[in-house]
């Protein structure tokens, strides 16, 4: 296994930035080749980087430093009235834990969510392959959460990384169909409470961009942690 120490780092060359536009954005990516466990995965969580598909990496912008990465600590974390009602709202759903894996079923509601949600991304139009290579494919011990109606219907899919002693979600896509239920904010409030019940630390949430409105459900979950120059500092309110 290949030991942080040993680890070699690509930079790739200006790109559109995601998140903030008419700014240009690079990237730091672990070489695809290195072999990473899971003591290595959650150490390089800690450092900020993040996993899409077989891809690890973090922004490595020189003049920008808007990309933070965030966690919740999921023994001190309460949820407010609101989600309490989001919570509740949607205790009809069964939740099932499964490899991750193609499905037809998968796709077809990824494709709906991202073509309804998402049409300014960089993940629009969606493809079958785009969905195996950021969602299925993986060398880390990942996994799909589908929470489902009593009657089997697919509401959402949230794909959740095991890390030492927390989780990393990876990312979440759901019905855009039943916006009541808010299956977004759902999905990390039944992440944090499994995590609770595991005794686990941290649910690690990528990163926050202030100028992103997209991200700003992020930090409706308190206390929050951010790591700013290199420390992970508690914040109770943005």
């Known amino acids: ?35 990473i466990d899971q003591k290595v995965y959650s150490q390089l969580s800690e450092l900020g980087f993040r996993r899409s598909g077989t891809h ?14 965030i966690r919740i600590p999921a023994k001190s974390f309460r949820m407010s009235k609101s989600q309490r009602r989001i919570y509740n709202r949607n205790k009809d759903l069964i939740a099932t834990k499964t490899p991750t894996h193609f499905s037809d079923e998968h796709y077809a509601l990824y494709e709906k969510y991202i073509n ?27 996994y799909f959460i589908e929470f489902r109606t009593p009657d089997g219907e697919l509401q959402a899919v949230s794909n959740m990384d095991q890390l ?34 595991s005794a686990l630390s941290y649910l690690y949430l990528g990163y926050w961009v202030e100028e992103c409105q997209k991200m700003k459900y992020k930090t409706s979950f308190r206390p929050l942690e951010l790591l700013i120059s290199g420390r992970w500092r508690r914040i109770n309110d943005i």
């Open 1 to 35: 296994m290949t030991q942080l120490t040993e680890l070699q780092f690509y930079a790739t060359p200006e790109h559109d930035c995601s998140y903030i536009s008419d700014l240009k954005a690079k990237t730091l990516f672990i070489d695809p080749k290195s072999d």
């Open 56 to 69: 690890i990496y973090r922004p490595h912008c020189e003049d920008c430093k808007s990309c933070i990465s």
């Open 116 to 142: 309804t949600r998402h049409k300014d991304g960089d993940m629009y139009p969606p493809s079958k392959d785009q969905f195996k290579s950021f969602l299925v494919d993986s060398k880390q011990q990942s």
């Open 164 to 197: 030492e002693g927390s989780h990393s979600a990876v990312y979440t896509f759901y019905n855009p169909s039943e916006p009541k239920r808010s299956l977004g904010t759902f999905a990390i409030l039944w992440q944090l409470e499994e995590i609770k019940k």
